[in-house]
């Protein structure tokens, strides 16, 4: 490994001079218990690898086991711990047969040896290790559209020549461990250790058994399981493990500690072991140099759904360990620099230009306004400037006393830029760059992913709004808000769904629901129980009869979701209720006086469970000043406490809030929400109508003298009423409405009179659900159909509305009072 520049270096591009130089570099440092693994590192930096690894010969010699890598999880890929020497694995052919080995997307389909799909496409590349045929493979994966071109392969062939690499054989049973090392027997767990191991532990030699529960036993709870994750056989067998724990002492804090291991395959009578490492974590290494910070970004990357969470992630990974003041993260849109994450996030902590540009929670910046930023956008690589470097304002008071701007690739076009800044004159180091590097090519693959997660979960919600109420009806007497939340853990659409339906007569109804499961199907099923609940309601249906044609509707359909439901018919005139529930949560009411309460509501089965299922309706009263609130189970469930425990923890912190502005009450309930589940809240504050309407009923009789009959009806109470103006005209429209129901339908005819706001509504229903039709042109001659012309020409509007049995044409009068 010390000759790892080649004679004919000169030759070979730039790339290649940098990857031998830092191999070189590597190499130098012969103790280090990190060198393969930092040599991998540099297939990540030079040849563009999301992954590298080593295999080499087991114990039994018929295993190609892992023993190395860096980089992405491997189970990303369908990557595996071993393959068979024997096999037809791209590992073990390039083992067996000293050639590389290259696939691409398509080939790897079609592998016999996948076992899996994976969840994205790559390339793959294996390559033999040089050396008598027995040393081994190194393994690339690249998520790039091309793949590993040529400079990138010729920089793979430098790594592997670097690894050199003959797995070390697992210490037999009775040798000498080194210092600080281990071997786990994974059937019995007995362990043996090195020298100084137990000293970390606090142990004499004298007082150990020889059993991993003894030194389980002296570790933190709190790191417990952690550290049982790596020494349990079924999680260690997805590879290497690195993690740092605390293990407690007689006197004083805890102390950090290091392990690292590897499994060690078992074979014929041989059990599986895990050997490796521990360390005082104090005394390790803790410059920017540690790989471990790559593999720990490359880890939190590969969980990251969103572009904040990728953001979040390169923060944590790179500004304590650089000792960076601070660091930006920016995708690339168009000319634009759109910010995710800012650290620190004050606007007085970054440049005039940055906070002229703060439009909402982070700033953007065109490119063109730093054009030393654009200029290391199109090279595409890690720029450098030391303090007192000439740069633009808005880049030098980003890092006067040092400034680090990471292009982040992803295939063939730049998703972004990380900028990375110093106040204090900061060297830079070879390793520094190196690290760079590498978790700049790891941030630009995970943005591109993140963004189209972002994109997608967008688009998700904007089609579950659709599917809800673009905006609530105004109530007279009554405020009402709604917030809907999708869900975070996932892409598909949810069935939470509300609504607020005026009726006649200052009626309301207030319906929230939720649809079992997270799917388009029921998304689509969610917007048709809107419809129909909407429509039955408005037809005039008592709210039992509404629900119980609701459940009707959705076992009829045959689907195999079913729906709960909570539907409230609130008058608004006396401020009286009456509750339905149909599987759902009971509405919370909170009082003038602070006082909450959870609504006694008597419930039904949910919807689609029944066919012939009751829906009791329990009458609920709410004084002027009351807040009503509905919500989904996602406001109120949580995995580690029961639905009771949440509807009491909505109902104090109801309690808590002033329903002065509803919308801050709903933002204030929703701000400690589970995001695993869709969330739907509706609330309602009845503050009591202040004027209140006059009313009055006529039954008309199929009689020859009906129409004068309810002609004289009305004069009657237009005069007790005060309304001694414009008698004529609403005469005249009474005397259409109540002719039009005789002549063209059977059954009764009823006329209702309406009086508030100097408005007059005059509505007749009768029997028939035909709907009159407004002419469109009459001739001399007709006898008829200017009945209605004469109603629209008279009426401030008109209109009509299907009720049980029927409809109800209406007209409004404004009058002169």
Not at 155 to 160: K, M, Q, S
């Amino acid at each position: 490994m010390a000759n790892v520049v080649s004679p004919g270096a000169r030759e070979r591009g730039t790339r290649t001079l940098r990857a031998e130089g830092a191999l070189k570099a590597v190499a130098a440092d012969q103790e280090s218990p990190d060198r393969v693994r930092r040599v991998l590192e540099q297939a990540l930096v030079f040849a563009g690898a999301a992954f590298a690894a080593v295999y080499t010969p087991g114990e039994d010699g018929e295993l190609l086991c892992l023993v190395e890598s860096a980089g992405v999880p491997r189970t990303l890929y369908g990557l595996r711990d071993g393959y068979p020497r024997a096999g037809r694995s791209p590992v073990a052919v390039a083992h067996r047969e000293e050639r590389p080995v290259s696939l691409g997307p398509a080939e790897l389909a079609a592998h016999a040896q996948s076992r899996r799909v994976p969840s994205r496409d790559f390339h793959l590349t294996a390559l033999p290790l040089p050396g008598d045929g027995g040393g081994g493979c190194l393994l690339a994966v690249s998520e790039r559209p091309e793949g590993f071109g040529a400079d990138d392969r010729e920089c793979l062939e430098l790594v592997a020549e670097a690894v050199a690499y003959t797995a070390p054989a697992a210490p037999a049973e009775g040798a000498e461990l080194p210092p600080g090392a281990f071997s786990l027997a994974m059937d019995t767990g007995r362990v043996r250790v090195g020298h100084d191991l137990l000293d970390l532990f606090g142990l004499d030699p004298v007082d150990f058994d020889g059993r991993v529960e003894t030194l389980l036993g002296l570790t933190v709870p709190e790191d417990l399981p952690s550290l049982m994750s790596v020494v349990e056989a079924d999680h260690m067998s997805i590879g290497d493990r690195e993690l740092e724990f605390r293990v407690l002492q007689p006197t004083g804090p805890p102390k950090w500690l290091r392990l690292r291991g590897r499994l060690l395959p078992g074979g014929e009578g041989r059990p599986a072991r895990l050997v490796g490492t521990v360390a005082d974590a104090s005394t390790l290494r803790s410059d920017v140099t540690d790989v471990a910070r790559v593999q720990r970004l490359a880890a939190a990357l590969a969980t990251a759904v969103t572009v904040r969470d990728v953001g979040k992630a390169v923060v944590a990974a790179l500004r304590r360990p650089l000792r960076a003041d601070r660091i930006a993260l920016a995708e690339l849109e168009g000319d634009r620099l759109v910010v995710t994450v800012l650290d620190p996030p004050e606007p007085e902590a970054w440049p005039e230009l940055w906070r002229s540009e703060w439009r909402g929670e982070w700033p953007d910046a065109p490119v063109r306004a730093m054009p030393t930023l654009a200029a290391a956008l199109r090279e595409g690589r890690a720029r450098i400037w030391p303090a007192g470097s000439p740069l633009e304002r808005a880049l030098g008071e980003v890092g006067p006393g040092g400034l680090a701007v990471l292009p982040l690739p992803a295939g063939n076009r730049m998703a972004g830029a990380c900028l990375i800044g110093w106040d204090a004159p900061h060297d830079f180091g070879a390793d520094e760059r190196a690290l760079l590097t590498a978790c700049a090519g790891l941030a630009g693959q995970a943005l591109v992913r993140a963004r189209a997660v972002d994109a997608e979960h967008e688009l998700v919600g904007m089609l579950q709004r659709q599917l809800l109420p673009r905006r609530l009806p105004r109530l007279p007497g009554a405020v009402a808000v709604a917030r809907y939340l999708p869900s975070t853990a996932g892409l598909e659409l949810g069935g939470d769904w509300y609504d607020v339906i005026p009726l006649p007569d200052h009626h309301v109804a207030l319906v929230i629901g939720d649809v079992q499961g997270h799917s388009a199907g029921a998304a689509t099923l969610m917007g048709q129980m809107r419809t129909a609940l909407r429509a039955y309601a408005v037809e005039g249906h008592p709210p039992d009869v509404v629900v119980a044609h609701a459940n009707r509707l959705l076992m009829d359909m045959d689907s195999e979701l079913f729906a709960t439901c909570c539907y409230v018919d609130l008058d608004l005139e006396e401020g009286s209720a009456w509750c339905v529930r149909a599987g759902h949560l009971p509405p919370v009411l909170r009082y003038p006086d602070g006082r909450t309460e959870i609504a006694e509501a008597e419930g039904g089965p949910p919807l689609g469970v029944i066919t012939r299922a009751d829906f009791p309706m329990s009458p609920l009263r709410l004084p002027p000043g009351t807040l009503i609130a509905l919500a989904t189970d996602g406001l109120v469930e949580t995995p580690d406490a029961d639905i009771d425990e949440g509807m009491d923890r909505l109902a104090c912190r109801l309690a808590e809030t002033a329903p002065v502005d509803l919308g801050l009450v709903a933002d204030a309930l929703l701000g400690e929400a589970r995001r695993s589940d869709d969330v739907a809240l509706l609330l309602l504050r009845y503050d009591g109508m202040d004027t209140r309407p006059l009313r009055e009923s006529w039954t008309v009789w199929r009689v020859p003298q009906a129409v004068g009959q309810a002609r004289r009806f009305v004069r009657r109470t237009l005069r007790s009423w005060g309304v001694t103006e414009e008698q004529d005209a609403v005469l005249v429209v009474v005397s259409e409405l109540v002719t039009n129901a005789l002549v063209h339908t059977d059954g009764r005819v009823r006329m209702d009179l309406t009086l508030i706001n100097n408005r007059l509504r005059v509505a007749v229903a009768d029997a028939s659900p035909r709907t009159p039709v407004r002419p469109t042109s009459i001739g001399w001659e007709a006898t008829g159909g200017r009945g209605i012309l004469l109603v629209e020409a008279l009426s401030a509007t008109w209109g009509t509305l299907p009720v049980s049995g029927g409809k109800q044409v209406w007209a409004e009068l404004v009058l002169g009072r």
